[in-house]
């Protein structure tokens, strides 16, 4: 059987001259001039006949299509994972691609050799994903852990063999990584016999491609800008590849995070593991990891950036909807200038923006909670993991000798666009935390939103969980307040 969408893709990119892209696949220096918007996966499998890599949903949802990418970040080669079918080509540009043929030595490595102990594996088709993220966690710098063992794997989805072996190979595999004991995260995946032996080679080839940005691929247009990939490969999959491109991912002016006085300054293109992994975030949100592990999975976190998210203009966006408590302000630049304006105003209507076509989020900021003061966010969706929320919500409270002078309430999926609700906020002010404050509170908001019935649940519904968000924020913030009261009144 003929498959229409490699027929259509192999016309299209013969007819194209595309600019030269250079990065490792597995053990092999590549150039290609293949368009830089193909998909990664579409280029392992077709161009490159690596098909290990499985296609599932080619949504990021199942994992089956996991590669690992690797960079040198701070003098040294660091790996994440992603979903190939949502990865440019472009974005893989001055990098260490591997696939699972890469992880192959002679015989099977110490990851496969626990999965098939275990029984971790029936039809098959998952596990090449499952090895490849597994591969990740082996090859963080992080302490490693039974729990992160787990969450590299929290976006590969299995049909067939039940998640027990799956975990049980997971602990033998953690078990492996406890005598690591500081030691450089390569060398040692090397020598347990995790990964194969060229993994060595690969600082010294990735030292000879200088600029890992690609960048525009043709100045006479107005291109789409391409961060992580992971809403335009579901939105459009099948154009994108004609289209021009900006690919913002790697552009060192818009990545990092960093403190300036009260502030905190980050690149728009700062994905949620940069946020995650940073000391600043770490330090002024002490409950950060439980707000991450409700976002999406490992796998679409490394990819999936700050700006993506913004401009994606979901009335779910999770990033979204915890800058805006924050009232965070953006840098726009369209090339010629800047300017800044509040997040809260950016939304002008569903997914109408206060942005121009060449435009691009350069840079957010946002004052630091300081001491004392209060941050939460809530999420409820229909599934724990790897989903989308049917309300989420953020607040941002600060008090000054018992009364609220600061104040930001967001609520995602009660209107058209992620919401900040100015009048609750500024309502907050001037006010004593108190069981009767939260119920006046819940109330006030029901007036500011607007929710539809739709896939997500009813009007009646969302009206509720925001309800219960709230009261959620107050009995996480201020455990001294009376649950039963803000629960019943
Ligand atoms: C399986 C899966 C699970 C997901 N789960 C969640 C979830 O739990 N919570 C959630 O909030 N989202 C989720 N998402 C959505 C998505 O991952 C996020 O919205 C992500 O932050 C988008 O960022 P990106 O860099 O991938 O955007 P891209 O797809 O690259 O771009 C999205 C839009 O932003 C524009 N853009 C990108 N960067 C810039 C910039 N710097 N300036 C201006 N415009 C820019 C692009 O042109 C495009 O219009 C999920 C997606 C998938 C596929
Ligand atoms: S094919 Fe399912 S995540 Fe890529
Ligand atoms: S072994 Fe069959 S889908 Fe996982």
Request: negative net charge; aromatic residues 8%; charged residues 20%.
């Amino acid at each position: 059987m003929v498959d229409e969408h490699l027929f259509n893709y192999l016309n299209f990119i013969d007819s194209k001259k595309n600019s030269l892209l250079r990065f490792i696949l597995n053990d092999t220096e590549l150039e290609t001039s293949v368009p830089p918007g193909t998909t990664l996966l579409d280029f392992i499998r077709y161009r490159q006949q690596l098909t290990g890599t499985k296609i599932g949903c080619r949504e990021g949802d199942c994992g089956a299509c996991t590669v690992l990418v690797g960079e040198i970040k701070s003098g040294s080669l660091v790996y994440s994972s992603a979903t190939s079918c949502l990865m440019a080509l472009g974005n893989a540009q001055g990098k260490h691609i591997v696939t699972i043929e890469g992880l192959n030595g002679i015989g099977l490595n110490a990851i496969q050799e626990a999965f098939a102990a275990e029984g971790a594996t029936q039809c098959g088709f998952c596990t090449p994903g499952f090895i490849v993220s597994m591969a990740g966690f082996c090859l963080s710098d992080h302490e490693p852990s039974y729990d992160k063992a787990i969450d590299a794997v929290n976006g590969n989805i299995c049909r067939c063999t039940g998640y027990k072996s799956i975990e049980r190979a997971a602990a033998v595999i953690n078990r492996t990584m406890g005598s690591r004991n500081g030691a450089d995260p390569v060398q040692f995946a090397i020598d347990q016999q995790l990964i194969p032996a060229y993994f060595s080679t690969i600082p010294e080839k990735l030292a000879l491609f200088k600029d890992a940005s690609l960048g525009q691929t043709n100045s006479e247009s107005v291109p789409k800008h391409m961060g992580g990939g992971t809403d335009l490969y579901v939105q459009q999959h099948e154009t994108i590849v004609e289209e021009t491109l900006d690919f913002l991912f790697d552009k060192s002016h818009l990545n990092g995070i960093r403190q300036v006085g009260d502030y905190c300054e980050m690149g728009g293109a700062v994905t949620v593991t940069d946020i995650a992994n940073s000391p600043v975030f770490g330090q002024y949100f002490p409950k950060l990891s439980k707000y991450i592990k409700l976002i999406s999975s490992t796998q679409i976190r490394n990819m999936a950036t700050v700006a993506g998210n913004f401009t994606n203009a979901s009335p779910i966006g999770d990033l979204t909807i915890f800058f805006l408590a924050l009232d965070a302000t953006l840098v726009l630049d369209n090339g010629n200038g800047k300017r800044e304006i509040q997040l809260r105003n950016f939304y002008k209507g569903y997914k109408i923006l206060d942005k121009q076509p060449g435009e691009i989020i350069e840079a957010i900021r946002f004052k630091l909670p300081a001491v004392g003061d209060a941050f939460n966010f809530e999420k409820v969706c229909k599934r724990t993991h790897l989903d989308i929320a049917s309300v989420n919500s953020a607040l941002f409270i600060k008090t000054e000798n018992g009364n609220i002078v600061s104040a930001g309430l967001s609520a995602g999926g009660v209107g058209p666009t992620p919401a900040y609700l100015s009048r609750c906020s500024e309502w907050l002010i001037g006010k004593s935390i108190s069981s009767e404050l939260v119920h006046a509170l819940v109330e006030m908001a029901q007036a500011e939103i607007s929710p539809i019935s739709d896939a997500r649940g009813t009007e009646d519904y969302k009206r509720l969980l925001l309800s219960q968000l709230i009261k959620a924020h107050f009995i996480e913030l201020y455990p001294n307040l009376p649950v039963q009261k803000i629960l019943h009144g």
